[in-house]
Each structure stands twice: as structure tokens, then as C-alpha cells.
């Protein structure tokens, strides 16, 4: 089964679902989801809680672009 998330009509597939701990020894889940580069398709992946709330918050889904993009994007708003 395939879980996607929309988020300002961009589509986000979960990937999977892994433990993540913190240094405080804490344990928590962490969701990781993939989504096209605007720029070039290519997929990238965010990791956001799997926790619902904190999920919905998570500023990860404002991410369009591939680790070669995100570069490109912020030299060009320097400029
Ligand atoms: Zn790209």
C-alpha cells in the first residue's frame, strides 16, 4: 500500500518508517518521504516525525528541490 501526502499540490511518498534516537536517549519515529525535484524530477527525500501533529507541522514539506537544485535555488537568492 502507498502512502502519499499532498502538500500545496505536490505529491510526498512515504518511503518507510524508521527509529530514530536522540542523544538524550530518547526514542522517536521518524517518517521519510519522497517527492519530485521541481526543477528536474529528481527524487529527493525528506524525513520528518511520524508522529501525526509534529508530521502536519513538519517544515520538511516545503522542500521542491534536489540537493543539486536546493544549492542552485539559494546561490540564486543571494545574487
Ligand atoms: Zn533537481
Known sequence: MKILTIHKER???LVRCE????CDGTGRQLAY???AC???GAPFE???PAALPALTKSKAFERV?????KRAGNIKKGA
Open 11 to 13: 505529491v510526498f511518498e
Open 38 to 40: 521541481q526543477v528536474c
Open 65 to 69: 528541490h534536489c540537493e543539486l537544485h
Open 46 to 48: 525528506v524525513s520528518t
Open 33 to 35: 518521504w519522497r517527492a
Open 19 to 22: 527509529p530514530y534516537e536522540r
